[in-house]
């Protein structure tokens, strides 16, 4: 079940860091939580994206980087769900996953041995927070509900909903 009161904090954060010109595109959003993070976020299309995945974060030693497919039909929520995964401070994909894309068929099995992790279910959880992350901030991005409060407005009403 996705925690609607986590998503809802990360997404007012969010708004609450941006700056000026930042409140008003998804671009001056990702520049925000760049800035918050310390590390350059770079959002590009990546044509070399597999089949199936709309978007990914990529996290390098120095950058971020959200990439989203060149055919994608949604672009901006594709990237807000991304920034989602980075927001919520997810840790990605599981390596088998990579593995598996990665190696030949005949070796499946024996990465599936030596990666073998727990059976709970964590992925899909991250992906559904997600869903709701990049849901809540396009939403309150197109409303523009979030330009006119001040940041002492938008910090007691944080603390009186929690």
Partial sequence: MTDNSTVARAVDRLFRIAEGDELRSLTGLAEALARDRGRPLVISEGPDMPARVFGQWCRHSDHDEVKYASWVHARERTIAHELGHIALGHIGRPAIDVAIEALPPESHDLAMLMLQRDC???????????????????RRLKSGRHINRSPGIRSRLDEAFG
Avoid: V
């Fill in 120 to 138: 709970d279910d964590t992925r899909s959880q991250e992906e559904a927070d997600a869903e709701a992350f990049g849901n809540l901030l396009l």
